[in-house]
């Protein structure tokens, strides 16, 4: 199977190669450190246990934060090897985990996973939240090193797509020692996979633990000054929009500034390689756009959020926050940070990734599903309008959150498990 892999890698790597030799020339996230995608890093020197640990990009750092620090209170003779797919990650990873080895993950061809495992030579491997590869999960399993996943989530359409190449998956996820799954439709959905039963246990969503780790009043006063919104405006913010979030934001923002002509709109783009097209909306839109790295923007201007680990922050100073991802087939973004630092959270009906997490706070009357985008000025003018039901429903959400923390102790007893 591992040499037909690699076959089908290469094939498909040989069919794209205009493109990728394009992002190559041009795009520097595609080249940068490119030989630890082929297992070339550096061999591990000493003895002390190691775990390596796999988080994707910039919001599986952020969830694997108080992880870290649970299993180094814990284990501090523990040696840390975190790897990440985007580079934004592995930025975001080198701030927040400044002891531990911070590389790149090796693509699935079986000689880059052998080389990569050989010179860790970690004694466990965690993947965050649900990055299975065939290719690598056989190489460590020949290597004698556990797997674990973390933080597990597996989405309606990840399923169905999972269930439709159960022929490639079902040996690579049988490899998995240990299953923590976020909630109970997670763990059903592994199990009707064909995942072991006896291998799958509920820990608990670790984002609920990593939705807050700074001073929320010295944020929104730092932030305040360099955004100029510490006047008491109110401020929407759309936190990781997608096409077309911003396009429909824009179309609110217009239709609220009659009756709130004092309100700020921030835009924070999911993916950055977007920020042409984001200005080129507001652009269409008639209205000033400031990008946050640029300084303190006009008055009147839109501002775009150009840069990364910011967003939590930027929450602080919000009387609203509209959730991206959530009026296109995207499956929605984090909206924890918000509701953790007490703000009112609208989305639209696209949630299958936070299918649990939205539905609690639906529940505790601290998020609201607006289905229809025309809906959308009503939803969030009803916050504009009166800062008491802000307040209550931010306070709703808040407490949601702290009902549904705790899931480091379970997840830290996992990973220790597989360390032992």
Sequence with gaps: MGILLDVGYAVGSALVSPWLLWNLATDRRYRHRLGE??????????????LWLHCASV??????????????????????????????GRENAEKAFPDARVRYWPLDFSFACRRALRRVRPKAVALVELEVWPNFTAAAERLGVPMVVVNGRLSHRSHRRYRRFGWLFRPAFARIARWGAQ?????????????????????GNLKYDAAIAFDPAAARAEFGAALGLGDGAPVLVGGSTHDPEERILLETYANLRAA???LRLVIAPRHLERLADVEKAVAAAGLPCARRSAGVPARDAVIVLDTVGELARVYTLATVVFIGGTYCARGGQNMLEPAALGKPVVSGPSLDNFREVADALVAAGGMRVVHNPIDLPRATGDFLADPELARTTGESARRAVEAGRGAIAATSDLIERALA
Excluded: I, Q, Y
Excluded at 59 to 88: I, Q
């Design 59 to 88: 919001g599986e750092v952020n969830v694997a934060k108080p992880l870290v620090r649970e299993l180094k209170r814990r284990r501090p003779d523990l040696a840390l090897h975190v790897s990440t797919v985007t580079m934004a």
């Design 183 to 203: 909630g109970e439709g997670h763990a059903e959905r592994l199990r009707e996979l064909g995942v072991d039963p006896s291998r799958v246990e509920v820990t």
């Design 260 to 262: 709130h002509p004092s």
């Design 37 to 50: 995608r082929f297992g070339s890093v550096p061999e591990r020197s000493g003895d002390s246990p190691c």
